[in-house]
């Protein structure tokens, strides 16, 4: 009993923090299509910038925040000088992002330095459920993963700024007809995906040792989680996705090594997009 109530927690916690890591990338890549290759390193600034701002006396919470809107304003300058003229053509986008992620990389190299970074972890020790151990601060992070997605998705539904954003998706020649700034939305959405993926790197930091590759963890997943879920679907669509992917190595991490879990995870993948080549939340 206690092993299988291990497995259910080990997997909802997997599958909160790969969701946090991913929405960033569900909302720049879903809501404007840009194949963001430069999420990972949005990721990594997010890290180390609350590494730095929490070395130099500022409180875990603050520096957060300050590490998540130095990375939107990042994603604002990218977005304005090289982005927005080529929301049109996909592949484009996927080549400057990633031309975004090297020298992002380089330029963390040369500021950081290559040696491991270490976030202190503000909520130590862990609560007994059950009889199992459960980290305080990952049951914190899940939390504040599932209030975002649940907040971002209100947003999204419930409010004018999601009824436009929506209307962008649907039909974006007519949405310009009818007063929409479509170019504002634009850039609004991917400043928002920016802010996400530096939190999420924010709130991931005490967790791992921070090196200038942290992002690259949660890079391929992340994409897998996005387009797994269906494209567009910011809350049941990430969570499915991540649930696919983060819960389910964690069972093949229970009969297999790690690497081999890592591997059967990303054949169920692709046996998944095979039958649902646009996302299991998508009917095409």
């Known amino acids: 009993m206690s092993t299988a109530l291990s497995v259910v927690v080990d997997?909802?916690?997997?599958?909160?923090?790969?969701?946090?890591?991913?929405?960033?990338?569900a909302i720049i890549y879903g809501l404007v299509g840009v194949i963001n290759m430069g999420h990972g390193a949005m990721l990594t600034l997010g890290a180390y910038l609350t590494w730095a701002a929490t070395t130099a006396g500022l409180p875990f919470v603050i520096?957060?925040?300050?590490?998540?809107a130095g990375v939107a304003v990042i994603g604002l300058l990218l977005e304005h000088i090289v982005i927005r003229s080529f929301y049109d053509r996909p592949f484009d986008t996927l080549l400057?992002?990633?031309?975004?992620?090297?020298?992002?990389?380089?330029?963390?190299?040369?500021?950081?330095?290559?040696?491991?970074?270490n976030v202190a972890n503000p909520v130590p020790g862990a609560f007994d459920l059950g009889g199992i151990q459960i980290p305080a601060y990952r049951?914190?992070?899940?939390?504040?993963?599932?209030?975002?997605?649940?907040?971002?998705?209100?947003?999204?539904?419930?409010?004018?700024?999601?009824?436009?954003i929506r209307a962008l998706?649907?039909?974006?020649?007519?949405?310009?007809?009818?007063?929409?700034?479509v170019s504002r939305m634009y850039k609004l959405v991917f400043v928002t995906g920016s802010f996400m993926a530096g939190l999420a790197?924010?709130?991931?930091?005490?967790?791992?040792?921070?090196?200038?590759?942290?992002?690259?963890i949660f890079l391929v997943r992340s994409f897998f989680v996005v387009i797994i879920g269906g494209i567009g679907h910011l809350l049941g669509g990430t969570l499915i996705g991540s649930f696919l992917i983060g819960g389910s190595e964690t069972l093949f991490a229970l009969f297999s090594g790690q690497v081999f879990a890592q591997t059967a995870v990303f054949a169920v993948a692709i046996v998944v997009l095979r039958f649902r080549p646009h996302g299991v939340l998508r009917s095409g």
């Open 96 to 117: 400057l992002t990633w031309g975004f992620f090297l020298v992002s990389t380089e330029v963390i190299k040369i500021v950081f330095g290559t040696d491991l970074r």
């Open 201 to 216: 790197g924010a709130l991931i930091s005490p967790m791992l040792s921070v090196d200038p590759y942290i992002g690259n």
């Open 139 to 164: 049951t914190m992070i899940a939390g504040c993963s599932l209030l975002l997605i649940a907040g971002s998705a209100l947003v999204f539904f419930y409010t004018a700024l999601g009824i436009k």
């Open 63 to 68: 520096s957060i925040f300050l590490a998540a």
């Open 11 to 25: 997997a909802t916690l997997i599958t909160l923090i790969l969701a946090l890591a991913a929405f960033g990338l």
């Open 169 to 181: 998706i649907q039909n974006r020649e007519m949405a310009s007809l009818l007063g929409l700034d």
